[in-house]
């Protein structure tokens, strides 16, 4: 796809092609103005490609802007049920995710403030609440993390990893190239006017840090969505899953329906090894 | 649809912008209709003086929320339908006002034509205001869609063009809006009770690819 604005403005990105999977973290980088807020926005649907076109969007899509105004005549609280109606919530269900969302990132106390009065930062969480209310299937952050604290910015890594476990596709911009470095499963850099496939930090990472998980599950149950394997005849499976992604994917083994047991937790020391003798022993 | 459009008119009823052109308008209306003026004149009047107060609403609508919040809620739904609920918004509002409007005029003014001499039946003439407030708010909400974003960026040109068309629309021959008022008028002098038809489906016409053609350009131009 392609993308220029005005009739004769010159293309901000030309014959793009990308394809992005279910259960993937795709980071985008490259210089200031070289179009990368303009894939993301036609990534998440709020503009449209000059030529080509996106295909196969999921039906619940988020989006995070890098700056969320003060401009709102609503309180946090309001803006977030309403757009969780937007997001196709109940009423109620929408407002306990609401305050679910702002007490995760630390801004319970702000839900009756309005949003014009909130900081900067405090502005920032509104819009990630908003984000991760409706478990979007596909989540677009333009530089999210700016302008939040620290114990939020951990949150919205977690969060994101959660996202990804739960087989969701992730797509970001950040100007940290250490953010979610260990997680990232495609990395592009936006220059000239296309794509290009840069080594990412994770896929160097293949190598980096893991961690080996054993679990057992209910008989006959399947693994939770977006981890990787199949358990054996006893429903013990074996993962292996780089460290920045651990916790995410416990939390899905331990938040499935009914429950995994988790048997043992392992940092992997000889990485490749190990990694493939579970592929192994799984087949 | 209906979230987005609850969104809309929370956004609007909270920004207080709507105050100016609510408070011009019933302003218009109460000192422009005397009581026991002729129904279908002061019908007219107040139909033909909601149409730039539906295109000064479409432009309080359509700008209201900042831009970032917009490609929030654009991605959660889509440019268009997030577009579209913020004419729905508008031209509700614009609507009901002209329906307050129209239930007033009726009420204060006497039942009767130009002259005096032949009764107007207030409940024809009420139907008749509606379709003529119906018919303004409608053009109003077109010339309001065309004179703001996305089809228009720059405030200062928005505005006077705004302006420009609904003075227009107002008074070009063959607008719809003009049909109506001089049906409503003519009727009073005539003492028969009209009912334009005809332009009303026109003003629906109309409205509807206005609003088609710019729900589908708030994705290309923002």
């Given at each position: 796809m392609g993308r220029r604005y005005?009739?004769?403005?010159?293309?901000?990105?030309?014959?793009v092609d990308l394809e992005l999977g279910p259960g993937s973290l795709i980071r985008f980088q490259g210089a200031n103005g070289t179009g990368k807020s303009t894939l993301l926005k036609v990534l998440a649907g709020t503009d449209a490609p000059t030529e080509g076109r996106v295909e196969g969007r999921p039906g619940r899509v988020a989006y995070v802007p890098e700056r969320f105004p003060g401009?709102?005549?609503?309180t946090a609280l309001g803006y977030l049920v309403h757009l969780g109606r937007i997001h196709g919530l109940g009423r109620a269900r929408a407002r306990e995710e609401a305050l679910a969302r702002l007490e995760r990132f630390g801004a319970?106390?702000?839900?009756?403030?309005p949003v014009a009065e909130l900081s900067k930062g405090a502005a920032q969480k509104v819009a990630v609440a908003q984000a991760l209310m409706a478990e979007p299937e596909l989540l677009v952050l333009d530089?999210?993390?700016?302008?939040?604290?620290e114990a939020a910015r951990d949150e919205l890594d977690r969060a994101v990893a959660e996202r990804v476990a739960a087989g969701a596709t992730v797509a970001y911009v950040d100007h940290?190239?250490?953010?979610?470095a260990g997680a990232v499963d495609v990395a592009y850099e936006v220059a000239g006017l296309g794509l290009r496939a840069v080594n990412s930090p994770a896929q160097e990472g293949e190598s980096g840090p893991r961690v080996r998980i054993l679990a057992v599950g209910p008989q006959g149950a399947a693994l939770p969505?977006?981890?990787?394997g199949a358990p054996d005849a006893d429903g013990a499976v074996v993962l292996t899953v780089p460290a920045a992604r651990s916790d995410a994917a416990l939390r899905a083994l331990l938040g499935a329906q009914p429950p995994w047991h988790v048997r043992e937790v392992a940092p992997?020391?000889?990485?490749?090894e190990p990694a493939r003798a579970a592929e192994r022993n799984q087949a | 649809m209906t979230a987005l459009v609850r969104y809309q008119i929370a956004l609007l009823a909270r920004s207080q912008r709507w105050l100016a052109p609510v408070v011009l308008y019933a302003a218009f209306v109460a000192v422009g209709v005397q009581g026991g003026q002729p129904v279908l004149d002061s019908l007219g009047y107040g139909a033909a003086a909601l149409l730039p107060v539906a295109a000064w609403l479409t432009r309080l609508c359509v700008t209201g929320e900042p831009p970032a919040a917009r490609h929030v809620t654009a991605a959660a739904t889509s440019p268009a339908r997030a577009h579209l609920a913020a004419l729905l918004t508008a031209f509700g509002c614009a609507a009901a006002l002209g329906v307050a409007a129209t239930a007033f005029v009726v009420l204060v003014?006497?039942?009767?034509?130009t002259e005096g001499q032949v009764r107007i039946n207030p409940l024809g003439a009420a139907g008749a205001g509606l379709l003529a407030v119906l018919t303004c708010a409608l053009l109003g909400t077109a010339v309001g869609a065309l004179g703001s974003?996305?089809?228009?960026?720059?405030t200062g040109w928005s505005i006077a063009l705004t302006a420009t068309g609904a003075l227009l629309a107002l008074v070009?021959?063959?607008?719809p809006a003009r049909l109506t008022v001089n049906a409503l008028v003519g009727g009073s002098h005539a003492g028969a009770v009209p009912l334009p038809l005809v332009p009303f489906a026109v003003a629906v016409l109309l409205a509807g690819a206005v609003g088609a053609a710019v729900c589908g350009l708030s994705s290309r131009r923002g």
């Open positions: 005005g009739l004769r403005g010159d293309w901000v990105l030309r014959d401009g709102l005549p609503l319970a106390g702000h839900a009756r403030t530089e999210a993390w700016t302008g939040l604290d940290d190239p250490r953010r979610l969505a977006g981890l990787p992997v020391t000889a990485p490749a | 003014s006497k039942w009767a034509d974003r996305p089809v228009l960026h720059g070009t021959a063959g607008s």
